[in-house]
Every structure is written in structure tokens, then in C-alpha cells.
């Protein structure tokens, strides 16, 4: 990845992170930002903040601002675990991969952004 690509990452994510307040939106959780630089993980060594797609790619959301939210490491992964089972419980009964999609962001919620 070349440099500019990278610091627009790291821009947009800190962009991110300060529209939700550097708050997990599911938990709440928040670290402590005393003597953090902008560039090292904000972390208490046990969670971690990190940018998630509020529709899933893998459910085809776009990677807009509009949306991504801050999410802490484990309300991230267990969202994308929840993604992916829905996704392969609807392919298990037969259903192709782009309809599982639709069906998986409409039980989360999401049918109106699909």
C-alpha cells in the first residue's frame, strides 16, 4: 500500500473514531486517551478500537463514512462471526451466495441499505 493510500486510511479512521465519541457504539466502551499519540492502537490491553462496516462487504455495504462505526475488537468480531453464520445457514438450505447476502442484512436490520 502506498503512502498516501495509507494516511487517508489512518485519517478517515480517526475521523471515525472522533464522530462516535472513540466509544464502542454496541458496548460502550471507550480507552483512556491520556498521552495517546494518533497513531498507536488505542487499547487497554484487553480490547482494542478498531472501524467496522456497519453493513458488512461481505453483505455489499460500501466503505463510505456513512458507513462505518467505531466498534471495540470484541463487539467486532462477534458481529462478523453472527454475519458469517447467517450467511451459511441460508447457503446450507440451498440458497445462492448474493440472496444469503440479502437475507443476512435484513435479519440484522440493514434491509434498508441493501
Known sequence: ???????RK?????????RDNFTCR???WQPDL???DGVVPLTDGYRTLTVDHILE?????????ENFQ??????NTKKSVHVGRLI?????AGIDLEQARRLAAIRLGYGDLI
Open 70 to 75: 467505531t466498534l471495540c475488537d470484541k463487539c
Open 1 to 7: 500500500m502506498d503512502k498516501r493510500r495509507r494516511d
Open 88 to 92: 451459511r445457514e441460508s447457503q446450507d
Open 34 to 36: 491520556d498521552g495517546w
Open 10 to 18: 489512518k485519517r478517515i479512521r480517526r475521523e471515525i473514531f472522533e
Open 57 to 65: 462487504k461481505a453483505l455489499g455495504g460500501p466503505s463510505t463514512k
Open 26 to 28: 454496541d458496548c460502550g
